[in-house]
């Protein structure tokens, strides 16, 4: 299924074929309450959490589009083939950036270079096998390779002043690009051998290939959320029915796990039925939140199992 971004004028709907087959373009989708309604009042669109967006309506700071590696005194630029929105982007109705010309250039001369380098392969497998030289046809070769040697146009030595300034212009031009990557992405041991302060009431438990994060209500010490960080930094809800729902989302250093709990608190709790022949549903997940989010605020917000049991009291005639 091909995705489509939602605001109409995007030009991205109109992009070379090619040049997006190469660096694919991503989607953003409102998943969460709050961003439905920033986003909804940025773009002045009445959002639903399906819409796809595409990443060049957000600025380009708050897109991450590589991974950097450092290896020696040589950095490894990986472009990112699924990017990472920050979580306070607010998109624009216009585009705020375009990919990198001078990157798309470089990999597109790569690729050229390889096509170039198997035609070459292949044109050399057809070719029948040449007969050896003879003594005299060998010589005439020599002296035509010399002939062409002469020809050819004689290059003068580069000044150094002009070296140096060239290896300042391509220090400036690595500044460009690093300019558009966030921080590298933390392996998941990494964020364990870091974690120090967590928000109020937040706990972590350390498993080997996973941690878990628990907010506790202070009073009843009941669990109010519940996500756990896999191995690969992709995030799991834990729902209060003890239902697990993956997420659309990744936390990839360990600047981002404060900021993202903070966020978690945001979630909507469920305020069940509010009929007390049965307060919640079996499958209440006890947050609102990913697909089951409201479109506009709430005052009791519920889960779409509460949200259907309380329709079949009230068609019932239960008070």
Not at 107 to 114: K, L, T
Not at 221 to 243: A, F, G, P, R, Y
Request: one cysteine or more.
């Amino acid at each position: 299924m091909v995705k489509v971004c939602v605001v109409k004028s995007c030009s991205s709907r109109r992009e070379d074929k090619g040049q997006i087959e190469s660096y694919p373009v991503s989607f953003f989708q409102p998943t969460t309450t709050t961003r439905l309604e920033r986003w909804s009042k940025a773009l002045g669109i009445s959002l639903k959490t399906r819409d796809n967006i595409c990443q060049f309506h957000f600025k380009e700071e708050d897109v991450k589009m590589y991974d950097k590696i450092v290896i020696g005194d040589t950095i490894h630029l990986h472009y990112l083939q699924r990017k990472i929105l920050k979580e306070e982007a607010l998109p624009t109705r216009k585009h705020q950036f375009e990919l990198n010309s001078e990157l798309l250039q470089e990999q597109q001369a790569r690729e050229d270079q390889f096509v170039k380098q198997q035609q070459y392969k292949k044109t050399k497998q057809q070719q029948p096998k040449e007969e050896p030289l003879s003594q005299e046809q060998q010589h005439e070769q020599s002296e035509q390779e010399i002939i062409q040697f002469e020809e050819q146009p004689k290059y003068e030595i580069q000044d150094p002043l002009n070296q140096d300034d060239q290896l300042e212009q391509t220090e400036q031009d690595q500044h460009f690009v690093e300019h558009q990557i966030t921080e590298i992405i933390e392996p998941i041991a990494e964020i364990k051998k870091n974690i120090s302060a967590l928000p109020p009431c937040w706990l972590y438990i350390d498993k080997p290939k996973e941690i878990e994060f628990m907010r506790l209500d202070p009073t009843s010490k009941q669990i109010l959320n519940h996500i756990i960080l896999k191995e690969d930094l992709s995030i799991t809800v834990v729902c209060s029915n003890n239902e697990r729902k993956a997420l659309d989302e990744k936390i990839v250093s360990i600047d981002e796990v404060y900021k993202y709990l903070k966020s978690v608190e945001k979630w909507p709790l469920c305020v069940g039925t509010q009929f007390e022949e049965k307060r919640y549903s079996d499958d209440c997940k006890g947050v609102v939140f990913g697909d089951e989010a409201y479109k506009r605020h709430q005052m009791n917000p519920r889960c779409v199992s509460c949200r259907v049991l309380r329709l079949l009291f009230q068609k019932h005639g239960t008070s």
